[in-house]
């Protein structure tokens, strides 16, 4: 009997250890399901929270992005305004330029016409008055021979230059004529006759004086001859006739000597 009661109670330990230990186990269970449910809570909060913490960062985001593009918008407007100000005033100082250009141009036209004007005038005077006083050939005429010489013959630096140059012809001492403008160069020889008042009898003589000039002048023989009748003026008819005899005729042209008829001529 003795053996049974002992049986049973140690039996009666073991069941009480066996229920204090699955008392345990349910309370380990029931504390680690309470710590789990703890944990999903904190990180159902912690995703929660980081889920509102996103959304706030992507409305952050959103607004600074929508500002961004309002500023640059805003930029864009500013610089094609800056930028269409500028054209325009460029288009401006352009036209004002071109303004100040052409009025420029038209005053140093009208200053360069009324000096042409004036030089005209006063080559007129001086043409006239040298003409009064039997100085044409001096004055008027002979300063321009080198000139015409090097513009219409290709002529330059002349070895002799003469004005009323008096000559006795070697053949006949008694016979003396006066050559008004004489230019020698190496190849060619300038003769000019000058005349107040032009007339078809003068041209006569001076186409005799063209055919004695070698008598006159025998070391320039075999030099070309360029006959010129000059004098202020010189009518249509004239004109002809000298270019009929192949001599170049000079007269004033505005503010200059020049030759009337050189094309004709040569």
Not at 50 to 64: L, S
Not at 78 to 100: G, L, P, Y
Not at 151 to 168: A, C, G, I, T
Not at 206 to 224: H, M, P, S, V, W
Request: proline share 2%; net charge neutral; glycine share 2%.
């Amino acid at each position: 009997m003795q053996i049974v009661e002992e049986r049973v109670s140690s039996l009666e330990e073991t069941l009480e250890r066996f229920i204090l230990h699955v008392d345990r186990s349910f309370e380990r269970q029931e504390r680690f399901a309470k710590e789990m449910r703890d944990d999903r809570k904190k990180a159902e909060e912690r995703q929660e929270r980081f889920a509102k913490e996103m959304r706030e960062d992507r409305k952050k985001a959103e607004e600074r992005q929508e500002k961004s593009a309002k500023e640059m918008c805003e930029d864009r407007k500013k610089a094609e305004e800056r930028q269409e100000k500028s054209v325009k005033e460029m288009c401006e100082d352009r036209k004002k330029a071109e303004e100040r250009q052409e009025k420029s141009a038209k005053e140093m036209k009208d200053f360069k016409d009324e000096m042409r004007e004036a030089r005209i005038k006063a080559f007129k005077l001086w043409g006239d008055a040298a003409n009064r006083m039997g100085t044409l050939a001096e004055d008027i005429v002979a300063p321009s021979i080198r000139e015409i010489g090097e513009k219409y013959f290709k002529l330059k630096d002349e070895d002799d230059f003469m004005v009323r140059r008096f000559k006795r012809k070697k053949a006949d001492k008694s016979k003396r004529r006066e050559f008004d403008v004489i230019c020698v160069y190496e190849e060619a020889v300038i003769l000019v006759e000058v005349k107040s008042t032009p007339r078809m009898q003068y041209i006569d003589d001076f186409i005799k004086a063209l055919k004695e000039f070698d008598e006159y002048f025998a070391e320039y023989r075999g030099r070309k001859l360029i006959p010129i009748f000059a004098s202020l003026y010189l009518p249509d008819e004239v004109i002809d006739y000298l270019t009929k005899n192949k001599i170049y005729a000079m007269a004033t042209r505005e503010d200059m000597m020049d030759l009337m008829n050189f094309e004709k001529v040569s």
